[in-house]
């Protein structure tokens, strides 16, 4: 959505002969527009909402195949993350930044998704 686009539904820019639902709409919409920007235009928070989708999108695609704990996984130092081999021959991977934010991964070559554990 554009600049122009968002100014549409500012509520200082509604006409006053627009029906009040009409008014209230714009106004609903706005806030909506306000609130996904505050998200998406911060760098960190923008993470953490496509961690989210990436995640609900996993639990859409099927269920878990299994739960491994972090310690199952091995270290790869070159690019600072941890991975585990597929069933397939593919591999599960999760940076170290992720492993905090990360449940679920999926396999980089087939539909597989574990879930990844903690101790508590």
């Not at 006409?15 to 609130?35: L, M, N, R």
């Not at 940076?95 to 554990?117: A, G, M, P, Y």
Request: with cysteine.
């Amino acid at each position: 959505m554009n600049f122009a686009t968002l100014i549409l539904y500012h509520p200082d820019k509604q006409s006053a002969d627009v029906p009040a639902g009409t008014v209230e709409e714009c106004i609903q919409k706005f806030i909506e527009i306000d609130q996904a920007w505050k998200i998406l235009g911060n760098e960190e928070t923008k993470k953490e909402y496509d961690l989210q989708r990436h995640e609900d999108d996993l639990r859409n695609m099927g269920p878990v195949d299994a739960q491994v704990y972090l310690e199952e996984m091995s270290w790869n130092e070159d690019d600072h993350s941890f991975s585990l081999s597929c069933r397939c021959g593919g591999k599960y991977s999760v940076s170290k930044d992720e492993i905090e934010e990360v449940t679920l991964i999926s396999c980089d070559t087939c539909s597989l998704i574990i879930e990844l554990l903690h101790y508590s």
